[in-house]
Structures are given as structure tokens and as C-alpha cells.
């Protein structure tokens, strides 16, 4: 394996505008086009439920559909083998060539090809391989790799290609987009004509009947599995599906999600010999085609049996998670792995590829799961990278530093924290007041383009007592405070209007001392073990306040303390117990607040003069499904408008450490974010997690010192004095 | 012609066409592209034909299955007073790199796509509705079904073996700064002959 630069590979990326531009524009295109498609469509949700249902049964009998592929393409006269990886399939492949006089071999698109590179065995062994796709053609000439698995060539201008076409074919290409497609028409009708055998991949493969099914939009598929006498199938098993009707669950999402069209310019089934009519020895005559079949492994069976892993065959390789992917549209595909780009891609290479090369890139998943919400096989992405990310940490461990820093002083609370304690006073000499503007030497990247937030002087921690004097004296109901550490070390002046907040609305608070960091960040780096720990110190500290209610106002925690906690403890039947109890009353804050503010008939629309803008936090809108709770709380608050900005749900770029890690990619995010913000017109923009703020509001601390960024219970907080 | 099935209308006369299906059909294949003409008889399509030849300056026809449909086999003959048409799958196949326009059929129209069933199984008609620029395909305007979950349910008892598929307007690119292009490898255009003989 190659050890890759992936933060310089990123950097280009960055720095390269045509790249730059044609992402932007296509992921700003996307969600209409995608749904315009959808338009004549009921239900968008049950065929997702349709083809989720039909590829997990598939996957869960993908043996016997094996077997049955393979006697049904071969009474039809057809010759079905197995591959279990990349070096027997191009055995098997040779000699077929071999055995057939081949010289000449035309392709179309076909994933798996590429997984293995076949075309440079190919080569190596003296055979001609022409790519048909029109993209993928331009790429191979070029010598590099697609970037998306639709849209080959999506990181390319039309002068980039003009030059690759006429590299190749030694004449002058002007960069007139009709002319390039008219000359690679004429170009490669020769290899059509000339190929004496055709390598198609499948999208799909019918068990009942043997056929296979392949979507073009060029029409090379076609053409490759018409003229050429061989016909090659090189396809893995995650494409066979039991029957012909459940094409259609794959045929009604496919093209509407991958390429914003009801249906591709050409669907063609295949099934066994088909007949050809050519020359010979002068003469006209009609025989049929020679059809192979390869399935391809390559770790595929492997992951059909991973009670986890085997999620993957609900991918049709639509490429709709890539397109809707923050991370992608910011610096395409081609950092990821060198065939499988974006989430879905960072797993298949983890599965096909081995986890050392999955670990070069993994962290590139920002788990902002808007891909989640358009997946048309409702696979979770983010989770399973999160799997691959434990897997390779229980193998390879954590390294040094992060191992010091979580297992020797993060779960020893008290350390942990005189820790930050310190690091309020170190900061001192580049603080300003509340953010961290400039910092000095190597560490300068990463208050580029953002002020990092200051550690306060003083924590929350050492604020709850004199606060917690002012509950009320006849409290109806009680509520732990479970800060998390941005509330109690960063922001701490939030975590004091959550609690005058929740005072407000008759709520006896409770601050357990002994509550420590959630874990998010260490689940997150696969430390699994570690993570248990913290949670354990959480639960028992919170059990002890014997509360109605436990409150968090960062939407990552109260996430993990309501479900992350109980997957930790699925095989400890005592401690899954307390982690449920503790999961059902687990509440989120604003959402808590709005429910009780709407009984309590507080929930009225005002116009302030103020215009606010509302950042929904990627966990809080796809992990919690809590996005109408804190509109309804703005629109309701005196002195404030509420306007919509483009683009809500979009990532800020923090995600935990991520913003750190790659710094530059994060600020890229940022500044999409923080364009969106101006444009509402809002002079406020609220948000209701913690990292979100620290995140936009170093962003705009330094870019648009104008427009404030505050927690909804700050917000909440002010209006207080007028109840 | 060699067909994956002979008898498409006893399946689809099986409840799965509608009149009804027709108003989203033309909206779909309007919208990929599909160069639309309702008519009530095969002649009709002569002059339209006609046109099109001389539009493109067309020398040579390639056109398969006129033995399923005798009045298709007229306009062949209509046709060939004027022109080269190739009706034999040999000679279709001897001159398939320089054929200008194929004329074929389609089994029947999906409402919710636009798209049509094309019974490929012969050479021939693989021939002349991908490799020529212009590819004009005839069809029973009567025949359209809902959506692909019929037009599968269809396939699934008459697809045992052989080549079909869905034809959805021309040959199309994007890979170039995604700007929409027709007929990389096959036609540019697609013109359908949507016949209703009952009117």
C-alpha cells in the first residue's frame, strides 16, 4: 500500500478553481434536479423501503442467487465463473482471451474493473483496452482516476479535455464541447467495430433468468454487448438480485438519484448468447456470441456475512451520497480511495481495498449524514465508517498522543479539567477577548480564516453553585444539567442561560460536579473501550440526581448520552439498563423548552427589528430530527424577525476534531456558511450546539465582525425579564 | 425477426395498458428529448420520413421487423422506390458503419419515464437503432403501461433469454462540464411513430 499525503492531496484540491467551481455548482444544482425528478413519484420513502428490503434479502441468500445466476446463464449457453480476487480474475480473463484469439477489447463502464486495474494487466499483456464512456475514455487517456462515480470526469474543463483528446490523437482538438463528442464518436466507432471482445460490468444480475442489467446514457453499453463476438461480464456480487421485477426497485431510484432523470437514455437487459452476423471467409453468416461471467469477491462475500458490514449491498452506486457530501463538493473525489469515492466510497475501499488504506482517508467523513437522507438503500454511511474507524483502532491501536490524552487524562476527570484550567492562563499572551485570534508559529493554520474560541476564565463548573440558589421554591419538576465541555469551559455564560432558562419554567436545577466529557470524541477515534469508561462516570454521576429530566444543550451529547451509550453497552445486560433508563430522560434543550413554552401559550410570532437566521447543527437536524423546535422558539422571540438562510443544514465544518485536523478544508465550509449568513440579511444568527459556535463564531469574528452569533438559550435568556 | 416474445400484446393486453398512461408519456418523452408524432396510420409517417431524409441529406435506410407488421412493410417498400433501405438482416449487417438512418419497433411505452421496450433479441434491430445518427421506432400509441414496476412485472414473464431493454430518448453525454450533449455512440435523434390505429 501506498502511504498517501492526504493533506496535501487536499491542499491542491483546494487550490485548484476549475475543480472548485464545477462541484460548487453541480452541488448547489443537485437537490432541485434530484427532486424534479422525483416529482411524479407518491412516496420517495417506499421505494427506498422496496429496494432496502429486496437487497437485504439478496444479500441474506447471496450464495444460493450465486448458484442460481450461475446454472441460468449457463443452461442458456453462457459460462459463469468465480473469482475470489483481482489477480484469478485476470487469470481467468486471459485465458479466456487466449483461448479466443483476442486482440482488440472494448469496455464499458465497469467499477469492478477498475478495482482491480485491470486494464493495466491488460496492457501488460499486450492486449489493446479501449474505455468507451466518453469520461472515463478521456481519463484513461489522460492517465488518471475517475472522481465520482457518475460523473467520471466532473473535475475537468473543456479545454483540459481538448488538450487530453488531442494528446491522444496527435491532431489538433479545438475545446468545442459538440466537436470533442463528435470526434470521440468517430474515434471510438473504429474500436466498436474492430473489438473482438466486449467487457461490460452489470448493474444488476437476475438469478432467475441469468440476464444482466446495464445502464448508459451514451449508449456504449449497448454497443459493447452487441458487435463483439465475446461477450465478458465482469461483475460482483452485490449486483445479483433474485428477479426480473426486482430490476425496477433498483430502475425507479437509480436514475433519479445519480443523475436527476426519470430514466437513463438506454437500460439494456442481457440474457445468454445473442445472435451476431458477420463476415466469414466472404460470406454473411449468423452464429451466436460467446457470453462469460466473472463474479468478482474481493472481500465481497466476506462483508455478505458482517452482521454490520453487509449494509454495503444495499449500494446501487448512484453516487447521490457523494453529490449531497460537504467534504466532496469541496475537493471531489479523487482523495479518497483511487476507484470508490465519498462515504460510500471510503467503506467499499475499507472493505475491498483493507482497512490501512480505508484509515489514510476515513477521517474524511464529517458524519454531517445529510448523504442518510438521500441514499436510495437507506444505508447508514456515517455509521459504518465509524465500524471500519473501531475495527482498525481495536487492530492497530490509537496513536501516541491521542492514546495519552484519552485513556490517561480524559477519564480521569479531575486531571482532565485542571488541565483546561491551565490552558486558560496559557492562552493569555494571544487571547483577545473572547477568541483566540492569531496563533503563533506552526499552529497559525488554525486560526487562519477563523478566531479559535478562548478557554474562559472561568468554568461553568464554578458558576453552578451561586446559580443554582436561584431555583425556585416550589419547583415542578427536576432537571440534571449535563453541560458537556464546551458549555462548561468555552462557553460557560450559555450554560448559565440554560440554567436561568429551565429556572424559568419552574425547574429545580441540579449540576452534578462528578459529570465528565461525554466521549464523543473518543468514540469517534474507535476508542471504544475508553469511551466506556466516560460513559460510565456520566450515568452513574447523573443517576445520583435522581432527576425527571436530564438536560443537554449540545446536540452531539445529548446524542450520545441518549443512543451512543446504550450501543456501547449492548453486551452488558447491567449497564445497558442504567444506559436506557438514562436514555428516556435524556432531553434535548430546545426542543424541551418549546414544548413547554407551547403549552404554556408563550409560542407567539413576533417582528423584532432584529433579523435572526437559524444554523441547524448536522446532528441535531439528522441525529436528533430537531429542526422546527428552534425556528418556532426564534419566531416567538421579542425583538427579532426570523428569516431563512440558503442552505441551513449545511456543515459548518467543525465536526469534533475534524475542523482541527484539516484545518483548510474546514475553513473552505466555513466560508460557504458564512456567504449563506450575509445573503439572509440576518445581523444574528442562532445555532444551538456549542461546536457549531465555535465554529461560525470564530469565522465570524474574523470576516464579519457585524453579525452575532448566540445559543438559543442566550436568546431565551434575554427575554426573560419580560415574563 | 428474432423476438424475445411474439406475442407482447397478449401480456400487456393482460390489464397493464391505458389510454390514460399516455398525457405522462408524451410529458416524459418530450422532456428526454424524444422526438414525438401521433398518428393514426403507418403512411402517415411517409411524409414525416420523407422530411427527415432530406433534412439530413440521408442515402441509406436500414429498417427490421416489417414481417410483424405488414403496413410497416408498405412504407419500407414506399420508401425504397426512392432510396436504399435495407430490410435484410445480412445486408444490414454488411452495411451497418455506413447505414444513415434505422427504423425499428417498440413493444409498448412507460407513463412515468417516457421510455420505450425494445425487443433487441435480432441483430439487426440492434444494428440499426444504435449505430446510424437517426433512429425512427414505431410503436402502438395504445400501448403504454404506468411505470417501471409494470414494465418489469411484463418482462418477468416474457424475458427468458436474448436482448431488450428501455430506450429513453437519444444517446446522451454530460461528461464534459456536464453540458447536455446527443449521440455520442448512438443516435442524436430519436423519432417515434406513435401509431393509434383505433381513433
Known amino acids: 500500500m501506498e502511504t498517501r499525503n492526504i493533506k496535501a492531496e487536499i491542499e491542491s484540491k483546494i487550490h485548484d478553481p476549475i475543480l472548485r467551481s464545477n462541484l460548487e455548482n453541480f452541488s448547489q444544482q443537485y437537490p432541485a434536479a434530484r427532486a424534479k425528478a422525483y416529482a411524479n413519484v407518491a412516496d420517495i420513502d417506499e421505494l427506498r423501503d422496496d429496494l432496502r428490503d429486496m437487497k437485504q434479502y439478496s444479500v441474506a441468500h447471496v450464495e444460493e442467487l450465486a448458484d442460481e445466476f450461475q446454472t441460468s446463464l449457463e443452461q442458456r449457453g453462457g459460462k459463469v465463473f468465480r473469482a475470489k480476487d483481482g489477480d484469478e480474475l485476470k487469470k481467468i480473463l486471459l485465458k479466456i482471451c487466449q483461448e479466443n484469439d483476442v486482440h482488440n477489447i472494448v469496455k464499458s463502464k465497469s467499477m469492478a474493473t477498475e478495482e482491480i486495474r485491470l486494464n493495466d494487466y491488460l496492457e501488460e499483456q499486450g492486449l489493446r483496452v479501449k474505455e468507451t464512456d466518453l469520461g472515463e475514455w478521456m481519463l484513461s487517456v489522460a492517465g488518471q482516476h475517475p472522481s465520482h462515480m457518475v460523473m467520471p470526469a466532473i473535475h475537468l474543463n473543456r479545454n483540459q479535455c481538448a488538450k487530453f483528446f488531442s494528446d491522444e490523437l496527435k491532431e489538433d482538438i479545438p475545446s468545442d464541447i459538440p466537436f470533442m463528442v463528435q470526434t470521440a464518436r468517430r474515434v471510438l466507432r473504429k474500436e466498436f467495430l474492430n473489438a473482438d471482445m466486449g467487457i461490460s460490468g452489470a448493474n444488476f444480475g437476475i438469478a432467475e433468468n441469468g440476464a444482466i442489467g446495464l445502464v448508459t446514457n451514451e449508449g456504449n453499453g449497448r454497443i459493447v454487448t452487441t458487435i463483439p463476438p465475446i461477450h465478458v461480464i465482469i461483475m460482483g456480487y452485490e449486483k445479483l438480485i433474485p428477479k426480473t421485477s426486482d430490476a425496477s426497485k433498483i430502475m425507479r431510484l437509480l436514475p433519479r438519484n445519480g443523475t436527476g432523470q426519470r430514466m437513463v437514455s438506454y437500460l439494456t437487459l442481457v440474457d445468454g448468447p445473442t445472435p451476431i452476423i458477420r463476415e466469414k471467409n466472404g460470406e454473411m453468416v449468423e452464429e451466436n456470441k460467446k457470453v462469460y461471467a466473472i463474479l468478482l469477491d474481493n472481500g465481497r462475500l466476506k462483508a455478505a456475512h458482517d452482521p454490520v458490514m453487509k449494509e454495503v449491498y444495499q449500494c446501487v452506486r448512484c453516487a447521490s451520497c457523494l453529490n449531497v457530501c460537504p467534504i466532496w463538493s469541496t475537493v471531489g473525489g479523487n482523495v479518497y480511495g483511487h476507484i470508490y469515492s465519498g462515504g460510500i466510497g471510503a467503506i467499499l475501499t475499507g472493505l475491498l481495498n483493507g482497512l490501512d488504506e480505508f484509515s489514510q482517508f476515513s477521517d474524511l467523513c464529517i458524519g454531517c449524514r445529510r448523504c442518510t437522507t438521500v441514499c436510495p438503500g437507506k444505508i447508514n454511511i456515517p455509521d459504518l465508517i465509524q465500524e471500519l474507524r473501531n475495527r482498525q483502532v481495536a487492530k492497530k491501536g490509537l496513536s501516541f498522543p491521542e492514546k495519552m490524552i484519552f485513556q490517561k487524562i480524559m477519564t480521569n476527570r479531575k486531571v482532565f479539567h485542571s488541565l483546561l484550567r491551565a490552558a486558560s492562563l496559557g492562552q493569555k499572551p494571544v487571547k483577545s477577548g473572547k477568541f483566540i485570534r492569531n496563533l503563533p508559529l506552526f499552529f497559525a493554520k488554525m486560526t487562519e480564516g477563523r478566531s479559535l474560541p478562548a478557554i474562559a476564565d472561568k468554568p461553568f463548573r464554578d458558576r453552578a453553585e451561586k446559580l443554582l440558589q436561584n431555583n425556585p421554591a416550589n419547583p415542578k419538576m427536576r432537571i440534571a444539567f449535563f453541560s458537556g465541555c464546551n458549555l462548561d469551559f468555552v462557553f460557560p455564560e450559555t450554560g448559565e442561560s440554560v440554567v436561568k432558562v429551565l429556572q424559568d419554567i419552574g425547574a429545580e436545577v441540579i449540576y452534578p460536579q462528578e459529570q465528565n466529557c461525554c466521549g464523543k470524541p473518543i468514540i469517534g477515534a474507535g476508542d471504544l473501550d475508553t469511551a466506556r469508561r466516560l460513559a460510565k462516570q456520566n450515568i452513574a454521576a447523573l443517576e445520583a440526581t435522581n432527576a425527571d429530566y436530564v438536560i443537554a444543550a449540545c446536540p452531539t451529547c445529548a446524542e450520545t448520552l441518549e443512543q451512543t451509550y446504550k450501543e456501547l453497552f449492548k453486551d452488558d445486560k447491567v449497564w445497558l439498563e442504567r444506559a436506557e433508563k438514562l436514555s428516556k430522560k435524556l432531553k434535548e434543550f430546545s426542543s424541551f423548552v418549546e414544548q413547554i413554552y407551547a403549552d404554556n401559550g408563550r409560542l407567539k410570532n413576533t417582528a423584532g427589528k432584529e433579523r435572526i437566521t437559524y444554523h441547524d447543527s448536522c446532528h441535531m437536524r439528522r441525529s436528533l430530527g430537531i429542526y422546527k423546535e428552534p425556528r418556532e422558539l426564534l419566531k416567538s422571540a421579542p425583538g427579532y424577525e426570523f428569516v431563512e438562510m440558503t442552505g441551513a443544514d449545511q456543515c459548518c465544518g467543525m465536526a469534533g476534531s475534524f475542523g482541527m485536523k484539516y484545518a483548510d478544508l474546514s475553513i473552505q465550509l466555513l466560508n460557504r456558511k458564512l456567504k449563506n449568513i450575509k445573503e439572509s440579511g440576518a445581523t444574528t444568527v442562532a445555532v444551538a450546539c456549542p461546536a457549531c459556535m465555535m465554529q461560525i463564531g470564530g469565522g465570524i469574528d474574523k470576516m464579519a465582525p457585524n453579525i452575532k452569533i448566540k445559543h438559543i438559550a442566550d436568546i431565551l435568556a434575554e427575554n426573560l425579564g419580560d415574563n | ?199
Not at chain 2, 9 to 21: A, E, P
Not at chain 2, 34 to 57: F, G, M, Q, R, S
Not at chain 2, 61 to 88: M, R, S, W
Open chain 2, 1 to 199: 425477426m428474432k423476438k424475445i416474445c411474439h406475442e407482447w400484446q397478449k401480456y400487456l393486453d393482460k390489464g397493464f395498458i391505458d389510454k390514460n398512461y399516455w398525457p405522462a408519456f408524451k410529458e416524459n418523452a418530450l422532456a428526454a428529448a424524444v422526438e414525438l408524432h401521433e398518428i393514426k396510420t403507418y403512411d402517415e409517417a411517409l411524409p414525416i420520413i420523407n422530411k427527415v431524409i432530406a433534412a439530413a441529406d440521408a442515402e441509406k435506410i436500414g429498417a427490421v421487423n416489417g414481417e410483424d407488421y405488414p403496413e410497416l412493410q408498405a412504407v419500407y417498400n414506399n420508401l425504397g422506390q426512392q432510396y436504399q433501405v435495407y430490410t435484410d438482416k445480412f445486408t444490414i449487417a454488411k452495411n451497418a458503419p455506413s447505414i444513415d438512418i434505422g427504423i425499428s419497433t417498440a413493444e409498448f411505452g412507460v407513463g412515468e419515464t417516457g421510455s420505450v421496450c425494445v425487443d433487441n433479441y435480432a441483430y439487426e434491430a440492434r444494428l440499426v437503432s444504435m449505430l446510424p445518427a437517426i433512429n425512427i421506432v414505431f410503436m402502438n400509441k395504445n400501448n403504454i403501461v404506468d411505470t417501471m414496476t409494470e414494465a418489469f412485472e411484463i418482462l418477468e414473464q416474457v424475458f427468458d433469454r436474448g436482448y431488450t431493454g428501455f430506450v429513453t430518448g437519444p444517446s446522451r453525454t454530460s461528461d464534459i462540464e456536464r453540458v447536455l450533449t446527443l449521440g455520442v455512440h448512438g443516435p442524436s435523434r430519436l423519432i417515434l411513430m406513435a401509431v393509434d390505429k383505433t381513433e
